[in-house]
């Protein structure tokens, strides 16, 4: 082979070597943590370092959610004309547990991690309200939403969009089916679950082929808004769901919560109860085999196999967020942050702050309210670091922590043990950080 050919061809791998590596993601799970500041989006590396603005907006960016593969964020802006009125900083000053801002006016786009162009998949719409973006497992397709500003709600007024994430509004788009509930994504059918007046039922992403799996109304639906849900089983083949149905022979009030059946169905139409309780809130474990739920400041976690139940004492205000491999789950409120271990059934209370007059969460409101799935999980893809945000709560372990407020990471060692001291992340007026994405079969609705 000649000189020249020989230089041309090193040259062509050359070429080629480096197209590979621009291609693999620059970024995982591990790296890089997602906040709110300034009403804009952030990114920083999780040892406080390349702190960068990845959606710089007109107007505020008021929530955002990590795809699953953590190379996208899907982030919802205020409408500009609804921006400058008084409600706007009513919806601001009323966040909910986990940080979360109600649906409000504005527009849906996403982004890539290391920024760039926003690419719009809802317009905005002052008469139009908006829900934070859902994605399903793929990644490749976002639920929202959209509710009519003005109107009073009720269960099922909601119009359910699914699109695809790379498309601007409008062009791939579709209207899910009537749904009282957010509709849940199957993990390997492409499959989408939904509650109605008829009862349970199935669609495609495309919101075609829709199968009913109930035959007549489901008892005492529409539920409590926090019990207003059907969930499909993680790690399971989509072959079963997860909801819940009235024993009551009477509606809930906002100050009793409903008697429950948690109820497992297989596409088959075979059922199964798994508990009987006054519960307010319910979603999966990571691998399907445990579900948790709540009833006020009690939290239990119940294998399916109905051995071993854990149940422990929480504030009402917590927002629960499972690790990724499942061994620990986080219980994240105003005064505290709590570190459970699953496998070993222990508690630690790692957080703290003096006990105050803070509200209760409206988990077990009535079906009019519009909650959602919390966006972002605090655990990192290894499942062995977390963050958390101080929010005046500075005693760590119970001792004060020496750089004051801000947002922190903390490492776990291979046996789950806490290793060395949290570490500073970023400062300043920080709101909703999230490390990965967070399957919506696994978290509460606030």
Known sequence: MKRQDLALLALLLLLASLLLIACQPGHDGTKIIGYLKDGQLWTVDANGANSFAIA????????????????I?????????????????????????GGIIQDAPGAV????????TPIVVAFSNTNARYSNATWNPSGNRL???????????????ATWWLTQNDQPGGIAA?????????????????????????????????????????????????????????????????TSLLYAQSIDSQP???????????????????????????????????????????TGTSFTILPLNQRHAFSFHADQES???????????????????????????????????????????GNAVDSKAL???????????????????????????GKRLAQGEGLYTVSLTPDGGLQGVPTLVATGAISQPGWTYQDPNTSFLF
Do not use: M
């Open 252 to 294: 809930a009030s906002s100050g009793h919560p409903a008697q429950v059946q948690l109820i497992l169905r297989s596409l088959k139409r075979a059922q199964r109860v798994l508990a009987t309780c006054a519960c307010t809130q319910f979603a999966w474990s990571p691998d399907g085999n445990a579900i948790l739920y709540t």
């Open 73 to 97: 964020v899907a982030f919802r802006t205020l409408d500009t004309d609804f921006a400058r009125t008084p409600a706007a900083r009513s919806v601001l000053a009323e966040q909910r547990p």
């Open 56 to 71: 710089k907006q007109d107007v505020p960016v008021i929530g955002y959610s990590w795809s699953p593969n953590h190379q």
């Open 174 to 238: 579709k209207i899910f089916p009537t749904s009282y509930a957010f509709p849940s994504f199957g993990y390997t059918n492409d499959l989408v679950a939904g509650i109605a007046d008829k009862g349970l039922f199935t669609t495609t992403l495309a919101g075609t082929q829709q199968r009913a799996l109930t035959n007549q109304e489901l008892t005492g639906h529409p539920l409590p808004a926090g019990l207003e849900r059907v969930l499909w089983q993680p790690q399971h083949q989509d």
């Open 109 to 116: 786009s996403t982004v890539g991690i290391d920024g760039g």
């Open 319 to 361: 927002t629960p967020s499972w690790s990724p491999d499942g061994r620990f789950l986080l219980l994240n409120s105003p005064h505290s942050l709590i570190l459970i271990d699953v496998a070993h059934q222990r508690t630690q209370t790692l957080l703290s702050s003096p006990a105050g007059t803070g509200g209760q969460l």
């Open 371 to 397: 909650l959602q799935p919390l966006p972002n999980s605090p655990w990192a893809a290894d499942s062995q670091h977390f963050l958390f945000l101080t929010q005046q709560r500075l005693s760590w372990q």
């Open 143 to 157: 639920l929202l939403r959209q509710t009519s500003v003005g109107d009073t709600f009720q269960a099922g007024d």
